[in-house]
């Protein structure tokens, strides 16, 4: 059968770790393709919990996981992260991990310049997670990003860092960082080299090999169509393109590898950071969905905005993703609401509209209009079949799916593994 990729189709915290886990049982290989260690993927599994930014989660299973080249990486906190999870008892070799010798280098002066930048904005922020992702993004567009293949070529690497400092030097200095010599980046990368080439490889030989060989991939998106930076809500979106169609660019195979196209999608709405957020809930309901939906970044701690479920956003990235079938999380957070509501489109001024703008005003000035449903008060938590849901979930999730368009393919009731109702099999076994 074929190959699955998974995106977000929301902001994020859709609650993708744990569905592609128990996905990647299914696959051979798991590929992350974009972002970096901005993202936070949480994985249950029995009495361990394991929390991911960078190694794709096919690592729990000891399955062969790649970062393409559509990654920008942190070595020191991919280092990092490989001691935690070996600590955790988890395999982490050149066997299973393989790391694409193309893909862009996030630094410290990455890290800084993110920080700096948003100290400085103010109102204007993003709220990004601080982890340098932009800035790195914004030097491999601009040619100018250390890759891991240059760690290795010592007259070259030295190029390339003096020619990134001569961008970064007057930016620093404008923001009132200390100045970053070419010695000193150059010792830290000599330091860490050794550390990451036995990972290295060109990731997408690995890929096409395996493909060839008729394994099964599963390609692990990072934050979500929404945050995607041509057509989430801009600027305040992350750096990378999310969605479904760079999972091919991002590891390096054709477009029709990515397979079967699947959408995460929470049963109501969050948001870390800025930005618009029609549906957003600021009153006591909100908190209550927080509090039950454990609303808390992975990685950062931040506490998540919460609003109810936005068909018209998620119809988008149905769109926009080519999202064939969904999952739809956290079915259980909303166990004990007397009444529930969705949001079916939007009020700007006289007009409706049943899609959300480009323009930023625009954005901000859309009113959610609400179609509201019944709720249900028997517990779905941990429910695996379909005849056990109370009616009135069952309602809310066909609702769901006549509104966005796309099959429900998996519904999951708890962050366990097997806390799952499966209506199709994404792999099609
Ligand atoms: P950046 O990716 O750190 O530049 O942050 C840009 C925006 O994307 C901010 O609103 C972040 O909160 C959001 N963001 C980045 N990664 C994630 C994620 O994994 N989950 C949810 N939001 C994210």
Known sequence: MGNVTVIGAQWGDEGKGKVIDWL???????VRFQGGNNAGHTIVVGNSTYK???LPS??????LSIIGNGVVVDPWALLEEIERVRAQGLTINPQVLVLADNACLVLPLHRDLDSAREARAGAGRIGTTGRGIGPAYEDKVGRRAIRF???????ALKAKIERLLAHHEPLRRGLDLPEVTAEALLALLREVAPKVAPYAQPAWRVLGAAIGAGRRVLFEGAQATMLDVDHGTYPYVTSSNTVAGQAAAGAGVGPAAGGYVLGIVKAYATRVGEGPFPSEL???TGERLGQRGNEFGTNTGRKRRCGWFDSVLVRQSVAISGIQGIVLTKLDVLDGFETLKICTGYRVGDRTLDYLPAGL???AAVQPIYEEMEGWTHATRGVRSWR?????AVNYVRKIEALIG???????TSPERDDIIMIRDPFGK
């Open 388 to 392: 056990e849901l109370p009616a009135a």
């Open 52 to 54: 991911f930014a960078l």
């Open 282 to 284: 600021t009153d006591e």
């Open 149 to 155: 293949c240059d760690l290795g070529d010592e007259a």
């Open 406 to 412: 796309a099959q429900v393919a998996v519904v999951s």
């Open 58 to 63: 096919g690592v729990v299973q000891g399955k």
């Open 361 to 363: 005003s625009e954005q």
């Open 24 to 30: 990647a049982d299914r696959a051979d290989i798991v």
